[in-house]
């Protein structure tokens, strides 16, 4: 495992849009290493709600009654409210995608700087592995992947190296993923795309957050907060979208006078991190904070 977990990003501003009330029930979403929860506590949280569909991140629990942990993926939030009777809650954080922990531990198959098993599954226990996709998908379902989750410009030549590399050998590991894509090793930037683009995938990223959106919108009372770090351009318009107009589709709908019925107001409209922040921590440099409060 590595040292860092991980590093939480745009911290302060996350917390201050929260604007946390005493007493009040809260939801982070996304664990990980868990900085963002232990300042949702110390700013006074009633109770916090922490989930992670890794249960690695266990490895930072909490010791503070008003804390419980939630081993799932977001998109059951509502059952899980449910079975803890929250009817409603005060606010609600999401800092989406994988921690460093994931990137900086070479046998999870994150990242193309290790030779590895091609796994990325953030749930250890799920079925499908990052293997069982390159191996399995079709040429087009391949290019579309590639496209449109790590606009890859030439998404669709890469699918095609990777269906001749398949039809000669299985893509098992890391390193046969980067020989069979033909992506030359310099061109470090589109090698990550591939492997984001392929984790997003693999972890259904973009069904999980648009399912985990929809029932924050229902449980956040009014007055409360909901606030997102996004890392990619799909998932920031998803939010953006959403927080604007209260629908997956980002439809805004108007009353007989031209007043928007979106049932959020914006606070934060994907603030960046600060250049200070992003010399401490240059994996924030493609951090986009919104927050919206519930009317
Ligand atoms: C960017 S990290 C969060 C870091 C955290 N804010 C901190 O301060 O350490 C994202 C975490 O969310 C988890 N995660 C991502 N998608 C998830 C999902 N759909 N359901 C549950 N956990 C998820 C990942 O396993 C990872 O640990």
Same mark, same amino acid.
């Given at each position: 495992m590595s040292e860092v977990y991980h590093i939480p990003a745009m911290l302060k501003e996350t917390i201050e849009g929260l604007n946390i009330k005493p007493e009040g029930v809260y939801v982070d979403v996304t664990f990980g290493g868990g900085g963002h929860s232990r300042a949702i506590l110390e700013a006074g949280a009633g109770h916090l709600y922490s989930f992670d569909?890794? &249960?690695? *991140? %266990? *490895?930072? =629990?909490? /010791? /503070?009654?008003r804390w419980t942990f939630v081993h799932s993926n977001f998109r059951y939030l509502r059952n899980w409210m449910d079975y803890y009777g929250e009817?409603?809650?005060?606010g609600l954080l999401a800092d989406l995608g994988v921690s460093f922990h994931h990137f900086d531990c @070479?046998?999870? +198959?994150?990242?193309?700087?290790f030779s590895a098993p091609l796994d990325m599954r !953030?749930?250890?226990?799920? &079925?499908?592995?990052a293997a069982d996709i390159i191996n399995s998908y079709s040429e087009e379902e391949l290019a579309n992947i590639f496209y449109l989750y +790590?606009? %890859? =410009?030439n998404g669709r030549g890469i699918a095609k190296n990777i269906c001749r590399a398949r039809a000669q050998k *299985? #893509? $098992?590991?890391t390193e046969d993923l980067v020989a069979a894509s033909r #992506? @030359?090793? $310099? !061109?470090s930037k589109e090698l990550a795309r591939l492997f984001q683009a392929l984790r997003i995938e693999v972890n259904d990223e973009m069904g999980a957050l648009r399912e985990m959106l929809l029932a924050a919108r229902d449980l956040l009372k009014p007055g409360g907060r909901i606030a997102i770090l996004t890392y990619h351009s799909l998932e920031d318009r998803l939010v953006k979208n959403f927080l604007r107009s209260g629908n997956l589709e980002g439809t805004i709908e108007k009353d007989f006078y031209g007043n928007? %019925?979106? @049932?959020f107001t914006l606070i934060e409209k994907g603030r960046e991190a600060s250049a200070e922040e992003i010399e401490r921590n240059?994996? *924030?440099?493609s951090a986009k904070l919104r927050v919206a409060e519930k009317k």
């Open positions: 569909q890794d &249960k690695d *991140a %266990l *490895a930072n =629990k909490i /010791d /503070d009654e009817e409603q809650i005060d @070479p046998e999870r +198959g994150f990242s193309f700087r !953030m749930n250890q226990t799920a &079925k499908r592995t +790590g606009e %890859l =410009k *299985a #893509i $098992e590991r #992506i @030359p090793a $310099e !061109m928007n %019925l979106s @049932p240059p994996r *924030a440099r």
